[in-house]
């Protein structure tokens, strides 16, 4: 999401355009003009992007509905297959969940309903000649909109119908274990379409890829929230790390970044506060287009949260996650830099979570009087 571009922010929510789907638009007039002038290019792109305001509307449902919950929405992305709407958090009640989750369909199907009332006209898998009036637009729009409304209710993240299926599932398990179900199922539905798109429509194949991954995604955020649960800032911090002040050069970060390996380097004044972090990319990039007069200050990331080591870890899990933020920083009472979490120590967490359950179980068959005060 980081090649979109803010177009404006309405009730607290920023919406935003990826550049992908200002190549559709190019793509639409370029094929357009070709068959009709100008004239059709014109309308093509206008269809499109009225297409696209029922989608910021769709996704608005579910913002008004969460906000309802207490769950803020920071922003929307317009991508070339449809919106993405962001939330704080992922409401955990399966009723709230269902009622976000539906409340987008609900807006696209009044839409679908008014403008069929408006137009006298029936849903038809044909395309309607948009050439004549804006009857005809607007009838082609009614049946988009009833198109787009099934599309979203097939049970596959991140479609609405795979949240709904979650929240449904979730009646009756777990989250995390309706999750997993939820993300099978949308993976299952991926390969479906996959090989739709090899038959059919190639264009089947981009989606059947943005359903996978974002299925995936789902399922290890999930992941990721339930590791965290129970444990604490100071279990999935670095400790260990060298920092950089605010004057050096990139050849003093490069050589550090050489001697330690480190993936992030908190950039620190004299007096040892913190300022931002260095990330390895931003080093990196820097270091390529050769700029030598650049100094740390320059190149770092400000604005790094601070949180407490005994917090739970899963505050910095969302710090990281809602601000799309390279680091989170761990300080004591005294506001001295202690530690840095990141999404690689969360991941070596993850990765070493199976680990500890055994190593706790074989340490209670040894001492089972302790195992049982610690209860």
Do not use: K
């Amino acid at each position: 999401m980081t090649w979109s571009i803010p177009l404006g922010r309405v009730y607290g929510t920023e919406v935003r355009v990826h550049v992908t789907f200002l190549l559709l638009l190019l793509w639409i007039a370029v094929i357009d003009a070709g068959q009709g002038g100008l004239p059709a290019a014109g309308r093509g792109v206008l269809f499109v992007l009225l297409v696209f305001v029922c989608i910021v509307l769709h996704e608005f449902g579910h913002v008004l509905a969460a906000r309802r919950f207490g769950v803020t929405t920071p922003d929307i992305t317009l991508l070339p297959i449809g919106g993405v709407a962001r939330l704080s958090r992922i409401p955990e009640q399966p009723g709230q969940e269902l009622v976000i989750a539906l409340a987008g369909p609900a807006v696209t199907l009044v839409i679908a309903m008014v403008l069929f009332a408006a137009t006298g006209t029936r849903p038809s898998l044909q395309a309607v000649d948009t050439a004549g009036s804006l009857g005809g637009m607007a009838a082609r729009l009614a049946s988009v909109n009833l198109f787009l409304l099934l599309f979203n209710l097939i049970p596959a993240f991140p479609m609405d119908g795979g949240r709904a299926l979650r929240a449904l599932l979730g009646y009756r398990m777990g989250f995390v274990r309706a999750t997993q179900i939820a993300a099978s199922v949308g993976q299952g539905f991926a390969f479906l379409l996959g090989f739709l798109g090899l038959i059919a429509n190639p264009i089947l194949l981009f989606i059947a890829l943005f359903v996978y991954l974002g299925a995936a995604a789902e399922a290890h955020t999930v992941q990721l929230r339930q590791v965290a649960q129970g444990m604490i800032v100071g279990d999935s911090m670095m400790t260990r790390f060298e920092t950089l002040p605010l004057d050096a050069s990139l050849d003093d970060a490069v050589r550090a970044l050489i001697r330690t390996a480190q993936r992030v380097f908190p950039v620190v004044d004299g007096t040892g506060r913190l300022h931002g972090v260095l990330t390895q990319a931003a080093l990196v990039q820097r270091a390529q287009a050769g700029d030598a007069s650049a100094v740390v200050a320059d190149l770092m990331t400000p604005g790094i949260p601070a949180i407490h080591p005994y917090q739970p870890l899963g505050d910095a899990l969302r710090l990281l996650q809602d601000g799309s933020l390279p680091a989170v920083a761990v300080t004591d009472a005294t506001d001295q830099l202690v530690g840095l979490v990141t999404s690689e120590t969360i991941g070596e967490v993850m990765l070493t979570h199976g680990v500890r359950p055994s190593r706790a179980a074989a340490g209670a068959g040894r001492q089972p009087g302790r195992a049982r005060d610690a209860a």
